[in-house]
């Protein structure tokens, strides 16, 4: 799996989001992971709504390349 985008959400104890490149068939619902800031914890992994070209308030805002480092950690 490869991370294809991560975000940060102020105010919540998971405020990083990875949105993984695996994507279930049947939803259309892609992989995530979260963490906190430091990687101290890792939620498990969960599916969610991800749409590159629309809304992605829902997981906060776009942090870029930090994912790929915090969840090497994980």
């Given at each position: 799996?490869?991370?294809?985008?991560?975000?940060y959400?102020?105010?919540?104890?998971?405020?990083?989001?990875?949105v993984?490149?695996?994507?279930?068939?049947?939803?259309?619902?892609?992989t995530?992971?979260?963490?906190?800031?430091?990687?101290?914890?890792?939620?498990?992994?969960?599916?969610?709504?991800?749409?590159?070209?629309?809304?992605?308030?829902?997981?906060?805002?776009?942090?870029?390349?930090?994912?790929?480092?915090?969840?090497?950690?994980?």
């Amino acid at each position: 799996m490869d991370i294809r985008d991560s975000f940060y959400q102020d105010g919540v104890s998971d405020c990083l989001t990875c949105v993984l490149n695996e994507r279930n068939p049947l939803t259309g619902s892609y992989t995530m992971l979260a963490t906190d800031y430091e990687a101290r914890m890792c939620s498990p992994f969960t599916e969610g709504h991800y749409d590159p070209n629309g809304d992605k308030e829902h997981v906060g805002r776009s942090v870029g390349s930090i994912g790929k480092r915090q969840v090497s950690r994980c």
